[in-house]
């Protein structure tokens, strides 16, 4: 058996953790203090590119590489934060030549890429509110989008132009520029009604007057997975850096000297929190790639790059974990010091297959859109317990609490479920759902916003998930959490995936079931099917065991990598999908 909690010795951290987690620090902490580590700008205004990037370039750090960014064939190049800033001001200017004013909707369609950076940055320096898009949408997810987020300019590549947008293009009147860059360099013709980001830019001026946005301007437009449903436009605003600051610093522990990689999609919001604002904040060296996943790629990408802290999710450790570990073991990790993931549960098994395989175990930590970053976490000083999301960070205060009939809200002891509740405000709590006022406010009970996730608190403080709100199993009496039974069938050799939903049954209330995806080499069968119940009822017991399962060759996930428990239980059940504009792919 393995230990219930992972210890770290301090020869294993590597580097004095930028949070000791003692109950002095946390006395100590103040979001006043840590906002000093913060430039702001003249008059009290604030603004997130300014903090992320001209502050290095006008300091120390002006030389320092901002972005490694590596191309699908193998290419790469390096940007320092004095090039980032000068071309995230050449954009800003192509935006104010372009007569696009603050408060305008900026939305960003890109891959991986510079493109992507200047997009965002320079967009926030005009005072834009941006909103980052998945490029794997289709068309229809990709209009609705720009249509409730009332964009007025798009920048965008040529063949996403030409694929997706161009048949779009005349329902969308709130759409005034459309700015395309061509993978493969300058195109002589763009496409009608169409502007070259690169003719633009190159006769665009490097300096730049940021505009003065404060902590209250907004800033980013972020809709969220569409795991539960229709995806929800997350409004946030310039203030948000400082939680984005102090979660790069604490959770993500990053130090001057790191590279980092974020491997989250750019369409997500881990993307940007994570993938463009708090590494460039923290100052150290972000590894962009260009390319898709592909596990020699990534463990090529680890070792050769040197990687020391690296941001990930659930599916694609799951995804690594399938690939077996004989490709893992042809690769040196001996710079990888942290590993973090969010985005879904991670199961045990997953956290020790990174100290197993990678040499590190996996740091789950918990957040949402709404909250704009990181707020419960394990971080590299805390021992980890298997399973478990971590402690809040500081500044953060949680709670697990229940909400009476009447609207009251109770305050719940250890280890008792309920719904995971954050106590406001902190710095990048949303502002409003777009269009859905209601729907925000119902959001908060007094100084309380609700997650809509169930968790509960343990003796140590520690924050165990237990499943959405939706996805809760009642069954003969028991809450049962999807989590817990899909980690059980996850310690099966032969289980890559597994995703547990519950099913209407007349006497139990409802039955769980389970779906399953097998690691490659194995096969689905009768006996496999039995034995893979008989593991499930011997690890958790015959009341919380799925009564039924199925083999699938891939479960159903978000673009942003989340199992659609939803879309299994409507397939089961003969109901109709809902909003599946998220949906990775078909399966
Ligand atoms: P929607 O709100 O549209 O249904 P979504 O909630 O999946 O989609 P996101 O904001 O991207 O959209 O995801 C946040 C949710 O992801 C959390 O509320 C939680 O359910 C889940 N999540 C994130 N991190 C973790 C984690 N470490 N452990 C368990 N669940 C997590
Ligand atoms: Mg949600």
Request: glycine content about 10%; overall charge neutral; charged content about 20%.
């Amino acid at each position: 058996m393995r230990p219930a909690i992972i210890e770290k010795t301090a020869a294993q951290l590597r580097v004095k953790p930028n949070w000791d987690d003692s109950p002095e620090a946390r006395a100590a902490f103040s979001w006043q203090a840590e906002a000093e580590a913060l430039a702001g700008q003249p008059g009290g205004a604030l603004n997130l590119a300014y903090e992320a990037v001209d502050r290095h370039a006008q300091g120390r750090r002006r030389r320092h590489v901002a972005l490694r960014i590596l191309d699908r064939n193998g290419g790469h190049c390096s940007i320092s934060y004095a090039q980032l800033s000068s071309l995230s001001n050449r954009f800003a200017n192509v935006l104010q030549g372009l007569g696009v004013g603050a408060g305008a909707r900026l939305f960003v369609l890109c891959e991986r890429g510079l493109e992507l950076y200047l997009g965002v940055l320079g967009g926030l320096k005009n005072g834009c509110v941006v909103s980052p898009l998945f490029c794997a949408f289709g068309p229809e997810p990709l209009e609705t989008r720009l249509r409730l987020g009332e964009g007025s300019i798009l920048l965008t590549s040529e063949t996403l132009y030409r694929r997706k947008i161009a048949a779009i293009r005349e329902r969308l009147p709130a759409l005034e520029h459309v700015l395309l860059y061509d993978e493969n360099g300058a195109s002589s013709t763009p496409p009608e009604g169409t502007l070259s980001l690169h003719k633009l830019l190159a006769t665009a001026a490097e300096d730049f007057s940021i505009a003065p946005t404060t902590a209250d301007s907004p800033a980013l437009l972020h809709f969220t997975s569409g795991t539960t449903g229709t995806p929800k436009g997350a409004l946030h605003v310039h203030g948000a850096v400082l939680t984005h600051y102090v979660s790069g610093k604490y959770a993500l522990d990053l130090h001057p000297n790191d590279i980092y990689w974020c491997s989250a999609d750019p369409g997500w919001v881990t993307g940007t929190s994570y993938g463009i604002i708090a590494p460039l904040l923290l100052g150290v060296t972000s590894v962009v790639d260009s390319g898709e996943f592909d596990a020699e790629r990534w463990y090529s990408i680890l070792e050769k790059e040197k990687i020391s802290v690296w941001y990930t999710a659930p599916t694609a450790i799951r995804m690594l974990m399938k690939a077996g570990p004989e490709l893992a073991h042809r690769h040196n990790f001996a710079h990888l010091r942290f590993i973090a993931s969010v985005g879904e549960p991670l199961n045990p098994e997953a956290v020790w297959w990174g100290q197993e395989v990678l040499g590190r175990p996996i740091h789950d930590n918990w957040w949402q859109t709404e909250t704009g970053g990181i707020m419960i976490a394990n971080t590299l000083a805390m021992p980890i317990k298997p399973g478990s999301m971590g402690k809040p960070l500081p500044g953060v205060e949680a709670a697990i609490v229940s909400r009476g009939e009447d609207g009251s809200l109770q305050l719940l002891a250890d280890e008792q479920v309920g719904e995971l509740a954050l106590k406001r405000p902190w710095p990048a709590l949303f502002r409003t759902y777009l269009g859905q006022e209601e729907r925000y406010r119902r959001c908060f009970v007094g100084d309380w916003y609700l997650s809509g996730d169930l968790a509960r608190r343990d003796a140590d403080g520690y924050y165990w998930f237990v499943g959405r709100d939706d996805d809760v199993i009642k069954s003969a009496g028991h809450l049962i959490g999807p989590f817990e039974v899909e980690s059980a069938l996850l310690e099966h050799p032969a289980v890559a995936e597994a995703a547990v939903i519950g099913i209407p049954d007349a006497l139990l209330g409802e039955r769980v079931k389970a779906f399953v995806a097998l690691k490659s080499g194995f096969v689905a069968s009768q006996a496999l099917h039995d034995e893979l119940l008989g593991h499930a009822r011997k690890r958790l017991g015959a009341t919380v065991a799925p009564k039924a399962l199925a083999f699938l060759p891939s479960l159903p996930h978000t673009r942003s990598g989340k199992l659609m428990r939803r879309l299994l239980k409507a397939r089961e059940l003969g109901l109709p999908e809902g909003d599946t504009s998220t949906l990775e792919s078909p399966s």
